[in-house]
Each structure stands twice: as C-alpha cells, then as structure tokens.
C-alpha cells in the first residue's frame, strides 16, 4: 500500500497526542476518564504507560489507534499520528491504518485469537487483505519473525491452533501479528501480565528483541513499574485519568517527585515483623497427594503451619498451590496422606467434620467479586457465619457485624451495602470479615491480593499483620507474588508441579544459597531497576 | 478503582418497582395494560358478564349481535360476550396453575441436578432428553386419551411435559452459579444443600426464572387453546377460547367474524405477556443494572 504516511524517518514524531479528552457513559451520565492527557511518541522510542485499574491507561492506548471502546466517546483533543490527524479522518481510513501502519498487542492473547483457526492464518490476515502482500511473502515475513521471537520450531510453529501453543507462545504469536506489516507504531497492552513470572522473562525479551531490531515507537501499557522499566525510554505515570509525572525510566525510579508515583509499589516497602515459631503445630500436612481425574496435581507434600504464624505456599500456575487450599479446607478429597489439626486428625471432607472443626479453618478466594453473593448485603454475608457458627441472633449479630467491620477497617454504614456497591479493595475486606465471623485459628488465604491494585494490597496486608497480632491467628498464604511473601511471611514453602520443592524460614528460602527452582524464581521477578533484564541475561548467559 | 464506592441508599421493593416502571419501555406498559386488563375480567367474571357461564337466553343458535347478545349467541343459544368472559377466567386461570406446576417441577429437579452433580444429574437429564424427543402435542394427546380429558389430567399432564424445559433452563443457570465461589464458600462453611440452594443458588437465577415464565405461561395458554380446539383440552359445558373458536368456526363462512374474537382475545394475550417477558428478560440478563 502506498501511503504518505510510511515516510516517517528515525527520529521524526509518529505519534502525538494533545490534551486529549475522553468521556464514559456511567449511568445516563457522562464522566470525563481522560483527563487532558498529552503525549509525543518519536520513532525508535517507546514510552511506557503506568497506572492502576482504571487510570485510564487502556483508554489512552485505544485512542492512539483512533479508537474508542463502546460507551467511550471524544470529549475534546487530537491524536496525530505522523502529521495527520487521526480522530479527524473518516473510518474508513482508520481502519486502513490499523494492523498495518498502526498495531495492537492485547494483555489476554488466548481471548483474542481465534480458537478455529491456525495461527498463520490469523498472523498473515493483514498483511493479506490490507497491506496487498502475496500470502508466501507474508508467511515467510512471519517465519522470519518467529525466529526473531525465538518461538520454537518457526517452520511449523504457524501451523498450530492457539490450543496447541503455551500462553507465553500466544503472546509473542500476537507480537508477531503486529508486526507482520512493519508498523510505524505499536501499543502493547499489559502484554505479560496474565502469565506466569518465569514465562514473562522470555516474553519481555523477545518482545525488546523485536522492538529494537524493526525501530518502531512503542506505547507500552503496564501496572507494573518493574516491567515498564525494562522495556520503555521514558514513562508517563496516570492517575484518575491524568498524567501525574513523565520522566525518563531511570529518574522516575530513583527520585519519583509525585508522592502517588511512589506508592506504585506500595507491597515492596511493606516491612512485616516475623514470629517466631512457637513449637506446637497448628496444622499438619502429612504425604498428601490429590488428582484431578487422571491429572496429578498434588505429590506427598508434607508441611507444617505454626500458630500464629504466617506460611506463605509459593507457586507458578498450575504447581497445585490453591488445590492444597482446597485439600485443607475439605472441598477437594485427597488420594492419600493425612491431615491433622491441632493434633488431631481433620477428616478429608467437609461433611465428616465438625461443626467446631469446620469453624476453626476459613478460607478466603483471590477473587471477592465471585465469592460474595451479589444479592446478599453485606450484613446478610456477615450474620450468617455468626447465626451459623456461634448462634448469634437480633442484636447480639447485629453488634458483632458492626465490630466485624470495624475490624476490617471499614464503616458500619456498608452493612446495608450489596457486594456491586463495593470496590474491589472493599469487597476483599468483607471477604475476610466474613471469615473473621467465625473465629478461625487458621485462614487459608488463596491470591486474595491477586486481583488488587498495590496501595489497597498493601493495606490489606498490613491489616492481616495487625489482625494477626491481634487475634493470633495462622495463615497459610498463597500466591505467585514473591513481593508479598516479603512483606508477611514467616515461613515460605515452594511448590512446583505438584511437589515441594523447596521450604524452610523466609530469611533461608529468599536468601542465598538459593535451591534451584527458587532461584529461577526470584530471578524472573521484575526489580525496579532498568537495567534488571540485561543483569538477568548476562547472568544466564554465563 | 480506588476505595470509594457509590453510595446508594437502599429502598424499599415498591419504591424499587416503581422506579422500574417508569423507565419501562412503551412496550412494556402496553403489555402490562393488556395483563392487567385481562386478569381483571377473569376475577370479575361472574360481575361482569351479562349472563351466567352455562346460561341458554335464546331459542335461536347463531343469533347475530343484537341489544341483548352484544355479540350474539353460540351454537346452543348461549350469550357469546359472557362465555368469551368465562373463558378469560377457565383459560388463564388453568394456564397459571399449570405454569406454575411446571416451573416447581422443572425448578426443584434442575436446580437440584445442578447441585448434586454425578449420577442424579445423569438420570434427570437423560429422562428429560428421552420425553423432550416425543414431539409435545402428540405425547400430550396420547396421555391424555389414556388417563381421560379430566381438568386434573390436563394440567398434570401439561405441566409436566413443560417442565422438561424449565427443567433445562433452570440447570443450566444452577450450573453457572454452583461454580462460583460463594457457593463453594457457603460448602466450606459446612451448609446444608437446602440452605444453599435456598439462599446461594436461588436469588441468583430467579430472575432468569421470572422472565421465563411469562413465556412459558404463553406457551402452555396456547397448547391448552390448541388441545381445546381438537376437542381434547377443556370439555363442555366449561367456556373456553380454543373450543369456542372451533364450535363457532362454521359462522366464518357466512362472513361473521365472531369465531375470530376468541382467537384475537388469544394472540392479544400472548402479545401482552411477551411484552412484559421481554422486558423483565433484558433486565435480568445485566444483573448489575438493576442495582
């Protein structure tokens, strides 16, 4: 395609966008979510985009394609890309620049492909219907990329169906897809951030690799400072809709002159005081093995969980951390091993165990929007455990849902509250609230983080700190977060495919000398330095 | 998002219903116009109607519409308006009971095929996959020319053949709420099934539920109308649209169009639920909207 466009030499300004304004529609209502935002984007540059859940960052990422989400609409500003204005011409020309001259990386590759189709044949489809190239010329520009995305096998890597590759594949078949038509510009949205840490190593090089060898400008999306440092020049930082502080990667880093800039990592300056191990054992894990079907995901673990302590269960996706959670709260039948609490023997399943036995163990999900029913308030959500569990009823509940809340930090007024009238912060604090009602000695907290953004996690942690002082007491703690075991844990076990492979004390497990699948695993968390990736490889490589 | 949350003050259900109505769809109004206006004459009946259900007031069959018989009298010289009334109250008020038959058949075994899983989930399904391919109205017609065209067979028999796909409906939606958390959480809590059914599961499809019926509630006012009209459904001397249509049907080749009136008294009824029914189905499918 001939297009005046293309034309844009090194150094020139691909992207420029100015006091750009775009309104949602909330309720009959229109709110401003972009702010005024400004920003220049030259070629060979990338500039990554920070922020929490709704900042605004995928807004932004959007309109630089002149594009905007259903509900969405300009309320005011441009969006030039190479000299002509985007928001300004027809459609139809949009769409003629999209996946050719302008290309797009969504966080969730498995979403976006089409699961029917093999991969070559949605990677070229582009290149094909809009850039006029002949099919063989285009798969063989896709070959050639995935070599350069160090994707196994690049021959017949096209001929697979998204099924048939790993998540980490999809992700760099998606980064192949945008540039099959050598972009001018490419926004990355959140690009890593639903695989696991290991994975992400690789992805963010090859994703680097390929940005530096084709020079194009990048608007790089991400959550995570730490990553946005290996990957970007300069960062904008966004809040509420608004840039707060742009600055190049290393400035912003050391010296963050907006105070919010810093509380993007919140979880990494949490400083948790450690217990001491007090000898008796609250919960024993003894040789249990569980399977799903044929599938073994659990294999002779054995571990123990102090009282009062906080034992942080470390994995990657699939190790088969939350099937111990839910082996320990009698929801998933072991194969074999025993259970004891408190000495004595915790039958396998919920219906063997007592009321009193059922009480003492709570478990707390990743995600309180799935694990609070919409249609009970609040006080509904409380009061049952405390009517369940200790038979409280009229005002004696209602006086302990009012204490329950207070405990977790929020106002007695939210007991009216349905889950939807929460934020997500909030409704995870209802969540362990609930569990709290029951007056557990041991909570078993699957990702309940996970799903939050850094300064609420960070307050929720330090609520479980305090709680735990408080109360007394345990926690079995799991997560893929090793910023999180940091913050609370006393004792980290590391789970791998189903097997333990590595436990001890925090101060033992996360410092030198490292067992080698933790090693690995500390090595690939992002630290907020922009030079992290490259000390990453070079150590590999030695 | 950060940690504040919108406030909204809770209100009371006929606040909360009234706030509904307003931003209800002209659709919607027409159709609730129209159910409101039918199930008022089918109470009133007896007050309204001009004549008594079974009542002969004229020697002529047939008579044309007069002062007396506004639309004129049937095949036996009954009055036509007060049977067309009478038959607002035998029609829907069977439909209703076999409706509401249908969905607590339909609802208790889907949703507890839902819950339990395993082999009864199995048996329950393949039951209802078996009677679901016999085509309805000749099962229907076979059951009922064995047990007899009884006012009790014909709703059992209805009822029970719809519930097959309440039963499907209401599965599927247990199905999609059994796997959420909360209902795993309410598991490790040590509930009962009944609890969780009753407290978890069921606020949480009633909705779905709800919109269902209107139109399940017109298909089984349609078939009972259909049996009617085969001479099958309800038995004379009882007023009922379906058989009136038929015995009146001959009249249509003389160019009187009183058979039609029964008829269009059907399709106006299943318009008007279908109207209500659409717009209870919209705002149940966003479940947060209406919060």
Known sequence: MTNELSVVAAGDTVLSISDLRIEARVKDEWLEIVKGVSLTLRRGEVLGLVGESGAGKSTIGLAALGYFRAGCRLAGGSVRFGGTDLLAMPESRRRALRGTKIAYVAQSAAASFNPAKRLMDQIVEAAVTRGGMPRRDAAARAVALFRSLQLPDPERFGDRYPHQVSG?????????MAMICQPDLIVFDEPTTALDVTTQVEVLLSIRKAIQEHGVAVLY??????????????????RY?????EAPIASIIDAPRHPYTKSLWAVRNLQGASHAATGDDLLRVEQISASYGTFKALDGIDLAVGRGQTVALVGESGSGKSTLGRVIAGLLPPDGGTL???????PPVVRKRGKDMLRRVQIIYQSADTALNPRHSVRKILGRPLAFFHGLSGAQRERRVLELLRMVELEESYADRLPAQLSGGQRQRVAIARALAAEPELIICDEITSALDQIVQAGILTMLADLQRRLGVSYLFITHDIEVVRAIADRVVVLNKGRIVDQGAKADVLSPPFQDYTRLLLESVPEMTPDWLDRLVERRAA | MSDSAIVTPPESLVRRSLKGLRGAPPTAIVGLVIVTAYILVAALAPWIAPYGEYQVVSDMPFAPW????LLGTDQLGRDFLTRIIYGARNSIGIALVTTVLA???GGFFGIMAAALRGWADQILSRFVDAVMSIPDLILTLMLLAIFG????????IIAVLDSTRIFRISRAAAMNVVTLDFVEAASARGEGLTWRIVHEILPNILPILISEFGMRFCFVFLMIAALSFLGVGLQPPMAEWGSMVRDNAALINMGDITPLIPAGAIALLTVGVNFVADWFLGKSSGLADDE
């Not at chain 1, 980490?168 to 192949?176: D, F, S, V, W």
């Not at chain 1, 999306?221 to 966004?238: E, Y």
């Open chain 2, 66 to 69: 007069s002062s007396e018989n």
């Open chain 1, 241 to 245: 809709g608004e840039a707060v502080e």
């Open chain 2, 149 to 156: 065209p009884a006012v009790v067979n014909l709703i059992l």
């Open chain 1, 340 to 346: 004891r609490f408190d000495g004595a023997v915790l």
């Open chain 1, 168 to 176: 980490g594949q999809l992700q760099r078949a998606m980064t192949a």
């Open chain 1, 221 to 238: 999306i991400s959550h995570d400072l730490a990553i946005v440092a290996q990957m970007a020049h300069r960062v904008m930082v966004l």
């Open chain 2, 103 to 105: 969905f607590a058949i």
